[in-house]
């Protein structure tokens, strides 16, 4: 990429100066360094499942897995994630047939999906705590509300992104810059949607055979 070099003025007496006056921008930058952010990303997470590991069977004569997991509601919230990938998807695909309206759709109808799981969550953290199996009763609660509140907490970040991406795009178009963005964020997606069937099998199932 070329960039235009300006003099600077007379006025400043001794060696020339110059500045650019356009903005530098490396080629696919942007995503080498989102790559690199999601490779630390998945090293908490991987302290996390390590955590849980370690502590998952020290009930503390509580609660087990066994007794407080409800899979049909888990899997609901599962299945929730899993089409707003999908639904993600049909918005890049959009976007690269330079559909703006119906990538916003889409990302409308991935928002609604997220939000959904969310708010399974939210009621299933409420309805253990309120049956006294809280964060603090044992190892095992602590390390199952760390890994999956911290996921939580990824996917409620991703809700803020995603509505701002949609006002961005709705107020810019379909600009370099926001392509950019809609693929960064479809990375962080899928990324989580990783996470979570992994959070799915090594948690859920394996604690309710337990």
Request: proline share 1%.
């Given at each position: 990429m070329s960039a235009t070099l300006t003099q600077k003025g007379p006025a400043e007496a001794g060696a020339r100066q110059y500045y650019l006056t356009e903005?530098?921008?490396?080629?696919?930058?942007?995503?080498?360094?989102?790559w690199i952010y999601l490779m630390s990303d998945l090293l908490?997470?991987?302290?996390?499942?390590?955590?849980?590991?370690?502590?998952?069977?020290?009930?503390?004569?509580?609660v087990s897995?066994?007794?407080?997991?409800?899979l049909k509601l888990v899997a609901l919230n599962t299945a929730m994630l899993l089409f707003s990938s999908i639904t993600y998807g049909y918005a890049v695909i959009s976007m690269q047939e330079e559909?703006?309206?119906?990538?916003?759709?889409?990302?409308?109808?991935?928002?609604?999906?997220?939000?959904?799981?969310l708010c399974i969550e939210i009621y299933e953290f409420h309805h253990m705590i309120e049956h006294g199996a809280s964060p603090q009763r044992?190892?095992?609660?602590?390390?199952?509300?760390?890994?999956?509140?911290?996921?939580?907490l990824h996917v409620t970040f991703g809700l803020v992104w995603l509505v701002t991406l949609m006002v961005q795009?709705?107020?810019h178009g379909l600009t370099t810059a926001n392509r950019r963005r809609v693929m960064c964020l479809s990375m962080f997606w899928h990324f989580l949607d990783v996470v979570w069937v992994a959070v799915f099998s090594f948690v859920y199932l394996v604690g309710s055979l337990s």
């Open positions: 903005e530098h921008h490396p080629e696919n930058g942007t995503m080498l360094g989102f908490i997470f991987a302290c996390l499942f390590a955590t849980y590991g370690v502590l998952g069977r020290n009930y503390a004569a509580g897995g066994r007794d407080i997991f409800d559909k703006l309206g119906g990538t916003l759709r889409w990302l409308g109808l991935t928002a609604l999906f997220g939000l959904g799981f044992s190892a095992f609660l602590s390390s199952f509300f760390g890994l999956v509140g911290t996921h939580g795009l709705g107020k």
